[in-house]
């Protein structure tokens, strides 16, 4: 078995005294596909948060491709895709260009300047994600579903190891949502990218990933899809036809 | 006109300030702190009689606000992260500090109420050589800040969580817009006067931002906006006899009216 991509031990996080993961240990292979689902209030943005180093945990350790999270550096590496932008400017003057060569600062040392190679990086992953029509359009005119293409494509803009999604479609109608669902798949398979997706469907995701962490707070279950359907914990948790909903493959 | 040495002078003056304020304006609206501006002007009130309880004048008067605005500041940026307040409670606390010590100093000090009104409403076409001299290092430092983080500066500004996921260490690149921002409130005070500051920041910005296609273009163009506006402006009030920081104003009303109505023809 290969080192973890990720590797998370005796993790609790929270806000203010709210504790909102409990204990959480896991480990992600390389080129796996995992599918985080819960409740709502579950901890799975908490996770998230955690993971990408926006929030610190209040106890317990996250190894990041190996090295423990607080001395990372290597951001290049790990792409992330949120639900939508944090205040998003629907006015915001940024071309779809301008906005995917901005993945391309993680990593890059002071003072931060782009070079040739990374024009043809911006270039050869907008070509990819099938956004080079629209490169100089402004992010703020897309609809919902290329703008989360676009901002897919900084994510991947660097290449990285792991790729982390927080609930990417939530504003997605389903035909846009299907299709990048299937990018999302293909990009795993094709070039081994680790994808992490945070997700509230979880009557497709179990069509796409290999793995599923349902979370309430604590790590509820972590395996494959197959073993999930033959768990009898968890169709005490669930009751057997939604656990077979969930895995979609029985 | 441009052979009178204080019209060069005010014109050159004039045109750096305005850069300067464009370019960072363009940030300030876009993060919505455009009022950041305005309180920092404030504040310079307030440091302006600091300055004058002192009897400094002209260039050290400058100098010696420069760290005043600069802490004031920062201290902005704190209250706001720190004090669980939002970013204009925390201009406006400070703000109304600035204006509260400036009265009062005026009042128990007396006697130089009238040069520090002058400076509410700022004379560009008075700028001595000395402070031109002052206003071409702090432009200079203000560009150079701005050209170093440019890049992390633009991704602050588009998405600050993402920016964070990047490496970009946002806590300290929006110290760094918040001090630039500063020393650039500290020039403009000559230009338009303490009382329309926050007008050159944000004007030219949201005139660029009607029309420009994409972040860069967004920039230049406010800088083009922001020089041509100060231009004519100081040479209207110098032909016309009228106050030159409120005609700088005026004529950026005008061309953000002109832009916004530009916007709404070419999108139909």
Not at chain 1, 189 to 207: F, P, S
Not at chain 1, 225 to 242: I, L, N, P, Q, R
Not at chain 2, 174 to 188: H, P, S, W
Request: net charge neutral; hydrophobic share 50%; charged share 15%.
């Amino acid at each position: 078995m290969n080192a973890p991509i990720l590797s998370i031990k005796n993790l609790c996080a929270g806000y203010r005294g709210t504790e909102a993961l409990h204990d959480v240990s896991f480990d992600v292979q390389p080129g796996s596909y995992i599918g985080i689902c819960g409740p709502n209030g579950s901890g799975k943005s908490t996770l998230v948060k955690v993971i990408l180093g926006l929030l610190p945990p209040t106890r317990g350790e996250v190894a990041l491709l190996g090295t423990q999270q607080t001395a990372f550096r290597d951001w290049q590496r790990i792409g992330y895709l949120p639900q939508g932008l944090q205040f998003f400017n629907p006015h915001f003057p940024a071309t779809v260009k301008e906005v995917v060569r901005l993945g391309r600062l993680a990593g890059k040392r002071f003072p931060k300047r782009f070079d040739r190679e990374d024009a043809l990086a911006v270039e050869r992953t907008m070509e990819w994600m099938g956004i080079s029509h629209i490169k100089g359009c402004m992010i703020g005119e897309l609809s919902g579903g290329l703008r989360q293409r676009a901002l897919l494509a900084r994510a991947l803009v660097n290449e990285p190891a792991l790729l982390v999604m927080d609930e990417p479609t939530t504003a997605l109608d389903p035909e846009t949502r299907e299709s990048f669902y299937r990018l999302i798949y293909e990009m795993n398979r094709e070039k081994q990218v680790t994808v992490l997706l945070v997700t509230h469907d979880t009557a497709t995701i179990g069509e796409y990933a290999s793995h599923l962490l349902y979370l309430d707070k604590r790590v509820m279950f972590y395996g494959s899809f197959d073993d999930f359907c033959g768990s009898e914990e968890m169709t005490g948790v669930f009751g057997e036809h939604a656990q077979h909903l969930v895995c979609h493959r029985h | 006109m441009l052979s009178y040495g204080f019209m060069q002078r005010a014109l050159l003056g004039g045109s750096l300030v305005a850069i300067l304020c464009s370019v960072l304006g363009v940030f300030l609206v876009l993060r919505r702190l455009s009022l950041i501006g305005d309180g920092l002007s404030h504040v310079t009130f307030g440091s302006v009689a600091i300055a004058m309880l002192f009897r400094l004048q002209s260039v050290y008067l400058m100098l010696a606000i420069v760290p005043l605005v600069m802490a004031s500041s920062l201290g902005i940026l704190k209250l706001a992260q720190r004090a669980r307040i939002y970013g204009d409670a925390a201009i406006g606390i400070v703000s109304a500090l600035g204006i509260a010590v400036g009265v009062m100093l005026a009042s128990v000090a007396g006697g130089f109420n009238v040069d520090l009104f002058s400076y509410l409403f700022g004379n560009i076409l008075s700028i001595s050589a000395g402070e031109l001299g002052i206003a071409a290092l702090l432009f200079t430092v203000v560009l150079l800040g701005v050209a170093v983080f440019y890049n992390d500066l633009f991704a602050s500004t588009f998405d600050e969580e993402l920016a964070k996921t990047s490496g970009i260490d946002t806590e300290r690149i929006n110290g760094v817009l918040v001090l630039l921002t500063a020393l650039t409130v500290v020039l403009a005070m000559k230009v338009v006067g303490i009382m329309l500051i926050s007008a050159l920041l944000i004007l030219p910005a949201v005139s660029a931002l009607q029309i420009a296609k994409g972040f860069k273009t967004a920039i230049v163009c406010a800088a083009v906006i922001g020089v041509l506006t100060v231009v004519v402006g100081i040479t209207v009030s110098f032909l016309a006899n009228v106050p030159t920081g409120a005609t700088i104003v005026l004529i950026n009303f005008v061309v953000f009216f002109l832009a916004f109505a530009a916007r709404g023809i070419f999108r139909r």
